[in-house]
C-alpha cells in the first residue's frame, strides 16, 4: 500500500511540473487586411524574410493582473504568417508595381492591462541581397546580384485601446505608409525614420548624453549574458538589455539609496524618460513600471543576481491590489521590499516568484528542487532569490561567472 501511494505522489508531482514547464501560450492569426496598403501604392512586397534575434516563433508576451505571464505566438509561424500577410495585403491589379523584400529585424511585443508597447525594425531590399541570420548562415533573397537596401523603418507603437492584432497591424501599417512616403519623394526623404532615435535624441538632449552607435557584427560582447564587460549606459528596451547594447552613454547622474536608483538630469532635477534600465558600469538596473502597475514611480531596482532569470527584491504590485486598497496602503506595500521578482531573458517577460513557478524555474536540476523541498518558508522573497542565484550560477556561460 505504501509503495502504491509513493508511486501515485510520483505521478502527481511529475504531472505537475509537465504541466508548470509548459509555458501559456496564446496563438495569433493575421488575417488579409487590404486597408493595410498605402493609398497609390507605389510598391508591392513578394517576400518577407526574418533576421530577428530571437528565432522562433515567440514574438511578445502579456503580463496579466496576477502577474502571470503568457508568450504570444503566431498560429502558422512567424516568417509564414507575416509572408502571407504583408504580400496579400498590398495592393496591385495591374501587377506592373516594382517588387521589394521587406527584412524584419525586430518584431517584439510586450502587452500588460495598462499598456500595449510594439517595436518593430524593417528593412526595404530591392531583388538579390545576402542577409546573415544571428546564427552567420546566409539567407538569400533571390538571386539578383544587384539587391541593395532602399529604406529602413524602425516604428514604435505604443496604446491602451487596442488589441493586440490592431497594435501589430498599426506598426506594421506605419513601416509601409513610411516607405511609400520616400517613394513619393526620394529626393526630399531621407531614406531612414526612426521612432527609437526621436526618443533617444530628445533623451540625450534632457540627461546630457551621447548616442552611441554599434557595429552591425555582433560578438560576445553584444550579449548580455556573454560578455566580459558590462557597458554603461541607458537601456530603452529589452532587445538593448539583452545585446549589452545601452543606446545612451556618458556620464549618468544617479541618485542611489538602498538598492534603489533614480536618473537624474545634470541639473540635478528627475528625469521624466520612461527607459527600460541601465547600467552603471558595475550593475544593472530595471525600471519598476515594468511590475508596478499605474506607474506609481519611476525609480529602478538593482539587479541582484544576471544569468537565465536577473533578479532582485521588491514589492509587485498589480492593478488589482491598487483597485483594492487605499492610498496609505499602496503606499505601505510600495515600501515593503517582499517579493522576488525575475526578468526572463528568453522572452522578456517580468512577473512575481511563487512557490508553484520554482519547479518550473528549477526543472532540470535535482539538486536545487530537492533544497526547494527543504526551505522552510519557499514563499519567502530572499530564499527565492538565494536558490535562483544558485541556477543562474550552474547555467550561465563561463565569461559570466
Request: proline share 4%; charged share 20%; glycine share 6%.
Amino acid at each position: 500500500m505504501n509503495r502504491i501511494c509513493t508511486l501515485l505522489t510520483f505521478l502527481l508531482i511529475s504531472v505537475k511540473l509537465a504541466i508548470a514547464q509548459t509555458p501559456a501560450t496564446m496563438n495569433f492569426t493575421l488575417r488579409t487586411d487590404l486597408t493595410m496598403s498605402p493609398r497609390r501604392c507605389l510598391f508591392t512586397i513578394d517576400s518577407v524574410v526574418s533576421t530577428r534575434l530571437d528565432t522562433t516563433n515567440l514574438f511578445g508576451t502579456w503580463q496579466h493582473p496576477s502577474g502571470k505571464t503568457t508568450e504570444l505566438r503566431f498560429k502558422e509561424g512567424f516568417q509564414p504568417t507575416l509572408n502571407h500577410f504583408i504580400c496579400s495585403s498590398l495592393i496591385d491589379s495591374d501587377k506592373k508595381l516594382p517588387n521589394y523584400t521587406l527584412v524584419v529585424q525586430e518584431f517584439a511585443l510586450t502587452g500588460t492591462p495598462e499598456t500595449t508597447h510594439f517595436e518593430l525594425a524593417v528593412l526595404f531590399f530591392t531583388h538579390g541581397a545576402t542577409l546573415q541570420n544571428p546564427t552567420g548562415a546566409a539567407v538569400p533573397v533571390n538571386d539578383n546580384p544587384q539587391g541593395l537596401p532602399v529604406y529602413k523603418a524602425d516604428i514604435i507603437v505604443e496604446i491602451s485601446s487596442k488589441t493586440v492584432v490592431e497594435v501589430l497591424k498599426q506598426g506594421l501599417a506605419i513601416a509601409l505608409l513610411k516607405f511609400n512616403d520616400y517613394l513619393t519623394n526620394p529626393a526630399t526623404t531621407l531614406s531612414i525614420y526612426s521612432d527609437f532615435a526621436l526618443e533617444s535624441a530628445q533623451a540625450a538632449r534632457e540627461l546630457g548624453l551621447g548616442q552611441f552607435a554599434y557595429d552591425s557584427i555582433r560578438t560576445d560582447e553584444d550579449n548580455l549574458l556573454r560578455c566580459s564587460q558590462l557597458r554603461l549606459g541607458v537601456y530603452q528596451s529589452f532587445s538593448e538589455l539583452r545585446q549589452n547594447r545601452p543606446s545612451l552613454t556618458g556620464n549618468l547622474v544617479i541618485r542611489e539609496k538602498n538598492d534603489f536608483a533614480e536618473l537624474r538630469k545634470p541639473s540635478g532635477s528627475n528625469a521624466r524618460n520612461r527607459f527600460f534600465g541601465f547600467c552603471d558600469g558595475k550593475d544593472l538596473f530595471i525600471s519598476r513600471r515594468s511590475y508596478q502597475s499605474g506607474g506609481l514611480t519611476q525609480r529602478y531596482v538593482r539587479v541582484k543576481s544576471v544569468g537565465r532569470y536577473l533578479v532582485w527584491i521588491d514589492n509587485y504590485i498589480t492593478s488589482g491590489e491598487i483597485a483594492g486598497a487605499s492610498f496609505g496602503l499602496v503606499g505601505a506595500l510600495a515600501a515593503n521590499y517582499k517579493d522576488c521578482i525575475v526578468l526572463d531573458m528568453q522572452t522578456g517577460g517580468v512577473f512575481r516568484v511563487t512557490k508553484d513557478k520554482l519547479p518550473a524555474m528549477l526543472a532540470g536540476h535535482d539538486d536545487l528542487l530537492a533544497e526547494l523541498e527543504t526551505l522552510s518558508n519557499p514563499q519567502d522573497g530572499l530564499q527565492q532569490l538565494r536558490l535562483l542565484d544558485k541556477l543562474n550560477k550552474l547555467v550561465r556561460p563561463v565569461s559570466m561567472r
